[in-house]
């Protein structure tokens, strides 16, 4: 299927140019993981998904790069919840770009409340990245839509518990009509970034 995530090289980020998502390039490990899923053996392949991504995963786990801007309150609003105006990383950096997340968990079940769709959205964005060797410390921007004004609270909670103690992100909450199905009430999607070096090293260990 479709990958949740993409990779832009900062380097090339003002050409568009995308390159191959981190979690798709191959390795022995994840090629033996893919048979043992063919084959069947549902057991053995998440484990060897888990050995296919360790060392990327201790290669990209330590890089926070990215920091808040401050901006002069003389000069712009401050912002109106805990995001930043923007956030800055350092030129040729590695963009992570995942698709919107919803509130469903991996069993299928969908809580009713924004709060808890939010928490679990941000639980497989966190996971998503995981799958690149990222995580939510890596994210710099957030794109977040919710159904109706009654859900911003929820969200904001959410978002606030689940990025706990990390550095500020950019952030947009939009509120829309609604989504493809009608029990849900947020979708998030998240740019995170790493240091071009950090996933080179990644990308050799894979």
Known sequence: GR???????????????????????????AAAAARYSRAGCHAAAPLLYARATSQRSR?????????PVETDPAAVHPPFANYAHATSVPPASVFLCTSGQLGIAPDGSVPASAEA???IAFQNIGAILAASGAGL?????????????EH????????DEALRGLPKTAS???V????????????????????SS???SAASSA
């Open 117 to 119: 769709q939010a928490a």
């Open 198 to 200: 950090a996933a080179a």
């Open 137 to 149: 410390q890596h994210v710099v921007r957030l794109n977040a839509y919710v159904s109706g004004r």
């Open 176 to 195: 829309v009509s609604g989504f493809a199905r009608p029990e849900f009430v947020v979708e998030i999607e998240a740019l995170a970034a790493v240091s």
């Open 3 to 29: 990958p949740h995530v993409g990779v832009v090289s900062g380097s090339s980020l003002d050409r568009a140019m995308l390159t191959r998502p981190i979690c798709a390039r191959g390795t022995a490990a």
């Open 152 to 159: 911003l609270p929820g969200y904001m909670r959410a978002r």
């Open 172 to 174: 947009t909450l939009m």
């Open 59 to 67: 290669a990209l786990s330590k890089a926070v790069i990215h920091s």
